[in-house]
């Protein structure tokens, strides 16, 4: 039985249990297993127009767990480019996905930078009414884009020039996002849209027309990343992390060995038929850049038909467009690894 009695010796011995677990106590957020994780990863808000392929290394990246050992949670929003660049410069999205928008931005003296490109090409297909035939018979009908001055805008109008149509006689409806496109045609409100896979082949297995393939016309950028110059200036790392998780996933998607799983989850995310899936997958990995970058000579191609459809004198050059510098360290780094 203890007589409530402490030594000298016992007092220090309590004492130094009791400093001891006030230690632990203190480092217990941690030492403790997961506590890190418990903080989970950042969230980021990105910007996208639709679920179409162009966008789905952003969806598939995000399903595929690409993105978290960089310690992000991708949060894609959808609205409409124009929108969407706007949000942007006022700080209420992290990234943007349309360089179309974007670029046309960039042009008007936004602070915005390319870091990363989806897509080298694009792969848009312009869709008429069955009883179209010709690019040539959209004269003096509705044609459905997203935006006017976006990727999807400038592509119809170049498009429209190549068949020697004067797209002053065809009428541009700006949708906002590729669903309402997609129901304009589909209601025939609108003659013709253009479309990305594999909503173009649901549409021409439906009977309606592909008349024009956007890459045959315009080495045009419709998807990849976009940030602000003051975003890269204070936050590399979040955008750094970005490009990682995208390059993984393209590396991934380019890998032949993994083309039945991706094909798959297509089929499963559109919810459409394996047959589809994979047509769709076939137009859309010739669009795909295979390591984030687009040749220069095509963005030089870029500029000119922006600059002549904006009607902006200034020049141009792609340095004025892109950041490509974290993408090279992303690259550096995958380099390496694989040694």
């Known amino acids: 039985m203890s007589s409530g009695y402490v030594t000298s010796s016992g007092m220090k011995t309590r004492l130094a249990i009791c400093a001891l677990l006030s230690l632990l106590v203190y480092m217990a957020p941690v030492f403790a297993p997961g506590a890190h994780a418990a903080s989970g990863p950042t969230k980021v808000t990105i910007h996208v127009p639709s679920k179409s392929l162009a966008i789905m290394p952003y969806y598939f990246g995000k399903d595929k767990g690409f993105f978290s050992p960089e310690l992000i949670e991708p949060q894609l929003v959808v609205m409409s480019p124009p929108t969407a660049i706007v949000a942007l410069v006022a700080g209420e999205l992290d990234f943007a996905t349309t360089l179309g928008a974007a670029t046309s931005a960039i042009l008007r003296g936004l602070p915005l930078k390319r870091v990363f490109y989806v897509q080298a090409d694009p792969s848009h297909a312009l869709l008429a009414q069955p009883d179209i035939k010709t690019v040539q018979d959209l004269a003096g009908k509705v044609i459905a884009v997203t935006a006017l001055t976006d990727a999807v805008g400038m592509s119809a109008t170049v498009i429209l020039k190549a068949n020697g149509v004067d797209p002053s006689r065809v009428t541009l ?96 995310f559109h919810k459409i038929d394996p047959p589809l899936a994979e047509k769709a997958f076939a137009t859309q990995m010739q669009s795909y850049s295979k390591d984030g970058t687009k040749p220069r000579k095509s963005v030089e191609r870029e500029i000119e038909i922006y600059r002549e459809t904006l009607k902006i004198a200034k020049t141009f050059t792609p340095d004025d467009l892109e950041d490509m510098s974290l993408l090279k360290k992303v690259q550096e780094g995958a380099a390496t690894q694989s040694r």
Not at 194 to 223: H, K, N, Q, V, W
Request: net charge positive; no cysteine; aromatic share 10%.
């Open 173 to 268: 409806l700006a949708t906002q996002v590729s669903d309402n496109a997609y129901k304009a045609l589909t209601t025939g409100k609108v003659a013709a849209t253009l479309m990305a896979p594999p909503y173009a082949e649901e549409l021409e297995a439906r009977g309606y027309r592909r008349l024009a393939e956007a890459r045959t016309y315009a080495p045009l950028s419709f998807i990849g990343l976009v940030a602000t110059t003051d975003t890269l200036k204070k936050n590399p790392q979040k955008a750094y992390a970005l490009i990682a998780g995208l390059y993984r996933t393209l590396t991934y998607m380019h890998n032949p060995a993994n083309r039945t799983e991706v094909i798959q989850y297509i089929a499963g």
